[in-house]
C-alpha cells in the first residue's frame, strides 16, 4: 500500500518543520533580489537532490527588482511630525522635495466610493484600509479618481505597517506607501478636532532588472513520463520579514511532499514536478515564467496544486476545472486529519487572481489549492509584515499539508484517465464574464496571457 506507507513516512518522520526554520530562520527575509532569495534558491535545491529528485536544476527569469531607499511621512499640519511608513514595491518616486497635500480616509476605496466622493479625492492623499478591497486594485483606482498617493493601512492594530505591490511589475499610477493602523486611528482623531490633516509623504526606490530562479525537481512517471502534475509553492517573502507562514510553510509542504512520494517513486505511472517559484509576491513572475518556458508541456500537464501559506489544510479550492469535482471529492473523503473540527472539503469556483495558480488557470491547466486554517486564527494576518515569524506556523499543519498533496498527487498520477480537461482562453473568459474577476484582471493587467507574458519577458 503506497499511500499508507507515504503517510506513515510524513507522520514519523517529516523533516517539514526544521525545513521551516532554516527558511525563516536561518535565511529569514528572501525578497527577490536580495542575498536571502540566493540563500534560499540553493537550500531547496540541495534539498530536492538529497531527496533524490529526477532532473533538479534552476530554471531562470528576468524581473524588475526593487528596493526601497528613502520612506518618510510627515505630518506638515503637526509640525512635521514624523510617522512610520513602508513603501509598496514598484511605487513610483515622489518629487525629491516630496509630495505634500490634505489626508482623505475611504473605506473601501473601491469604484463606488471614490465615484461618489470624487470631488474630495482629486489631488489629494487618499488612506484606505488593507482589507477589504484587494491591495493591487486600489492603486489604479484611486489613480484613475485624481488621488495624488494613497496611504495603505494595516486593518488590525499592532504598529505594523504591511509590505505589498502597487503594481504587478509595472510602476503604478501614482506614489503608494503603507501606515499602521494606530496612525491611521491618530490621524483620524486630528481630523476630528482640528480639520483638515496634511502630509508630505517622500519615497524614493532602486528598480533595477535582475534574474531570478525557480528551482524544479521531479519524479518521472513509470509509464506515462510525458504526462506531468506539478505541485509548487513560492519561496520569495517580502523585505519586511521572514516570511515564516507566507510562503515559507507552502514551499516546505510542496518539499515534504516531494521527500515522502520519493520513498514510493515506482508507483507514479505519471511524472510529478515539483516547483518552488521564485518572485511570487511582486507579481507571479516566476510561475509566469514557468508557463512561458513550459508552453510545449502545457498539453499534458494535468493538474498544478499550489501552496501558499501552508497551515493546517481544511479543503482543496478547485479553479477553473468542474470535471475534478468527482475525482477531488473522492479524495477528500480518504484525507483524515485529527482533530479537524469540519470534515475536509471540495470547493469549485471561480479562481483568485493573486497567487502562483493563476498563470496555469490562465493558460486553461486544471489547479488545486490546499486551503490553509491556522491554527492561531489571527496567524494569516501577520502576512506581508516583521511580524510574519515562525512561531505563527503551526508544525503540524506542514505535515497536514504536505500529507494532503501527496495524496492528492499519488491518486492523480495513477488515475486510468486524466481527471480534468484543459481549458481554452474563450472558455475561460466565458467563465468569468461578469465577475469581479473580470475587473480585477482588467486592474491589474493579468489578462491576455500571452501579453503577461510578452511584457514581463520579451521587454528589455
Ligand atoms: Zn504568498
Known amino acids: 500500500m503506497p499511500e499508507k506507507k507515504m503517510l506513515a513516512d510524513i507522520e514519523q518522520n517529516s523533516e517539514a518543520w526544521e525545513n521551516l526554520l532554516v527558511l525563516a530562520d536561518d535565511i529569514g527575509v528572501r525578497v527577490a533580489g536580495g542575498e536571502g532569495e540566493i540563500r534560499a534558491r540553493d537550500f531547496l535545491l540541495k534539498t530536492f537532490a538529497r531527496y533524490g529528485l529526477d532532473d533538479v536544476h534552476l530554471e531562470s527569469f528576468r524581473h524588475r527588482a526593487w528596493q526601497p531607499k528613502r520612506e518618510e511621512l510627515l505630518v506638515t499640519s503637526e509640525d512635521d511630525r514624523p510617522l512610520a511608513c513602508r513603501s509598496s514595491a514598484l511605487s513610483p518616486s515622489t518629487p525629491q522635495e516630496g509630495l505634500e497635500g490634505e489626508v482623505v480616509f475611504l473605506e473601501r476605496c473601491d469604484e463606488e466610493e471614490l465615484a461618489a466622493r470624487a470631488d474630495e479625492v482629486r489631488g489629494r492623499i487618499v488612506a484606505a484600509p488593507y482589507y477589504p478591497v484587494a491591495r493591487q486594485l486600489k492603486t489604479p483606482l484611486a ?23 502597487c503594481a504587478f ?23 476630528q478636532r482640528r480639520g483638515p490633516v496634511r502630509l508630505r509623504l517622500r519615497l524614493e526606490s532602486h528598480i533595477e532588472s535582475k534574474e531570478s530562479w ?9 509509464e506515462r513520463p510525458h504526462e506531468i502534475l506539478v505541485t509548487g509553492g513560492h519561496y520569495d517573502s517580502w523585505h519586511v520579514g521572514p516570511g515564516a507562514t507566507d510562503n515559507a510553510s507552502g514551499v516546505v509542504a510542496v518539499v515534504e511532499a516531494a521527500r515522502a512520494l520519493a520513498g514510493v517513486r515506482q508507483h507514479l505511472k505519471r511524472s510529478v514536478r515539483f516547483v518552488a517559484f521564485g518572485v511570487e509576491e511582486s507579481g507571479l513572475v516566476g510561475s509566469w515564467a514557468y508557463v512561458h518556458q513550459h508552453q510545449d508541456e502545457l498539453d499534458d500537464t494535468i493538474l498544478m496544486i499550489n501552496n501558499d501559506v501552508g497551515g493546517r489544510p481544511s479543503r482543496l479550492a478547485i479553479a477553473g476545472a468542474e470535471d475534478l469535482v468527482p475525482s477531488m471529492e473522492e479524495i477528500a473523503r480518504r484525507v483524515q486529519i485529527k482533530d479537524l ?6 470547493d469549485c469556483g471561480v479562481p483568485s487572481w493573486g497567487s502562483d495558480h493563476f498563470p496555469f488557470y490562465a493558460e486553461g491547466v486544471p489547479t488545486l489549492g490546499v486551503g490553509g486554517e491556522a491554527v492561531n486564527p489571527d496567524a494569516r494576518l501577520y502576512g506581508h509584515t516583521r511580524a510574519d ?41 466565458r467563465s468569468f464574464v461578469g465577475t469581479n474577476l473580470q475587473e480585477a484582471l482588467a486592474l491589474v493587467e493579468m489578462w491576455p496571457p500571452q501579453e503577461v507574458m510578452a511584457r514581463y519577458f520579451n521587454a528589455d
Open 341 to 346: 473540527q469540519q470534515p475536509f472539503a471540495v
Open 143 to 165: 489613480a484613475r479618481y485624481g488621488a495624488s498617493a494613497l496611504l495603505e493601512y494595516r486593518s488590525f492594530s499592532g504598529q505594523l505597517q504591511p509590505a505589498r505591490t
Open 214 to 222: 525557480n528551482v524544479v525537481g521531479q519524479l518521472t512517471g513509470t
Open 389 to 429: 515569524t515562525a512561531d505563527k506556523v503551526y508544525p503540524r499543519g506542514l505535515s497536514e499539508a504536505a500529507a494532503v498533496n501527496a495524496q492528492v498527487l499519488l491518486a492523480v498520477a495513477n488515475a486510468d484517465e486524466r481527471p480534468a480537461r484543459r481549458r481554452t482562453q474563450q472558455e475561460l473568459e
Open 169 to 191: 511589475q509595472q510602476l503604478g499610477g501614482l506614489p503608494v506607501a503603507s501606515i499602521s493602523l494606530e496612525d491611521a486611528e491618530y490621524l483620524k482623531r486630528l481630523q
